[in-house]
């Protein structure tokens, strides 16, 4: 152990030195020289100029400038050395951590994503396409290929009533045809009461229905037969 303050001072003054000179030399201001040499290391701006400062004057002097840091090292601030490297921040890790966390959750979010994705791409597309099912019409509307009634007025037409299958099915249509006159009525089976059979002509899925003659008729039609009905 020996005194930095008073070889530095030493030094200087057996080489006939003054603080002017000194300070021209190293760059080192002369306030600060003359705090390394009373050991008032307080007044430098830290501990890394210290060190700086010492080895540069310790170097110009002629003396060994690491024994200089190593003497201060043991005596003002143990446990540092030259070699020494900064510490890293204590949160450095975590936040790497949380990252790393963050990368893993957007990476599980992408993929639950996708396979929503591929799912309702998969299971919509299928019920889309096969799984509707078709649109089911009730009696003689059952599908795009029930036939069809046609009444057509002819000269001053007549008074018509259709019912849907029987004489007490479902009343589709009531009014007078006339002449010219068309009614076009979905279905296969028919009851009619036609007030004047030859003021209309009948077609059902495009075959002529041959009506009996008279006046009040009543018959059921259907695509194999035409029935008529009693009073």
């Known amino acids: 152990m020996f005194e930095i303050g008073n070889s530095l001072r030493e030094a200087r003054i ?13 760059k080192i201001r002369a306030r600060y020289i003359r ?11 830290g501990d890394t100029y210290i060190r ?15 024994l200089y840091i190593d003497e201060y090292s043991s005596r003002f601030a143990p446990g540092w050395s030259d070699d020494a490297t900064p510490a890293r921040p204590r949160g450095r890790p ?9 990368v893993v959750l957007v990476l599980v979010g992408i993929a639950a994503l996708t396979a929503l994705v591929f799912a309702a791409w998969r299971f919509g597309g299928v019920s889309s396409s096969s799984s509707t099912p078709p649109v089911v019409q009730t009696g003689d509307r059952a599908s795009a290929t ?3 009634l046609e009444l057509r007025g002819v000269g001053q037409g007549t008074y018509v009533e259709v019912r849907r299958r029987s004489a007490r099915g479902q009343v589709i249509l009531q009014a007078t045809v006339p002449g010219g006159g ?17 003021g209309l002509r009948v077609r059902l899925g495009g075959k002529t229905v041959s009506l009996p003659a008279g006046t009040n008729l009543r018959v059921l039609v ?10």
């Open 222 to 231: 259907t695509p194999e037969r035409t029935t008529r009905l009693g009073e």
């Open 146 to 148: 029930d036939l069809r």
């Open 182 to 198: 068309i009614e076009k009525l979905d279905g296969s089976r028919f009851y009619l009461f036609v007030r004047r059979p030859a």
């Open 52 to 66: 700086g400062f010492l080895r540069t004057y310790a170097d110009y002097l002629g003396l060994d400038g690491q």
């Open 94 to 102: 975590r936040d790497r951590g949380i990252e790393r966390r963050a």
């Open 35 to 45: 705090a390394l040499e009373e050991e008032e290391f307080t007044i430098l701006p």
């Open 14 to 26: 057996r080489q006939g030195l003054e603080y002017p000179e000194v300070e021209r030399a190293t």
